[in-house]
């Protein structure tokens, strides 16, 4: 088992940056890739980015390609997604999740950070 533990949401303008912190802990060898999600109010779940645990390849979805960096810690069992030029349309509930090696879903999820930029 995996719990995640997120950080590091607030409220920004138009423009700003926010870091967002992931810390992971529990049966973290298990650990394949892991992942940024965000929801917004009626909207449907979606990746944000998400990275290769022990290799470091990344994935970025278009709406944030080139704005959004995500990295990890494996020493400290940490993810981060820098987000600098932070838009109104990036406003929504942000999610760590994992997935482990030999299972195709996302299966640990962290609580969720708010995320809301003014414009």
């Known amino acids: 088992q995996v719990q995640l533990v997120e950080s590091g949401g607030g409220l920004v303008q138009a423009g700003g940056s926010l870091r967002l912190s992931c810390a992971a802990s529990?049966?973290?060898?298990?650990?394949?890739?892991m992942g940024w999600f965000r929801q917004a109010p009626g909207k449907e779940r979606e990746v944000v980015a998400s990275?290769?645990?022990?290799?470091?390849?990344?994935y970025y979805a278009d709406s944030v390609q080139g704005r959004f960096t995500i990295s990890r810690d494996n020493a400290k069992n940490t993810v981060i997604l820098q987000m600098n030029s932070l838009k109104p349309e990036d406003t929504a509930v942000y999610y760590c999740a994992a997935k482990v090696g030999a299972y195709l879903e996302y299966e640990y999820w962290g609580q969720g950070t708010q995320v809301t930029v003014s414009s």
């Open positions: 529990g049966r973290t060898s298990n650990i394949f890739r």
């Open positions: 990275i290769i645990w022990r290799g470091g390849s990344t």
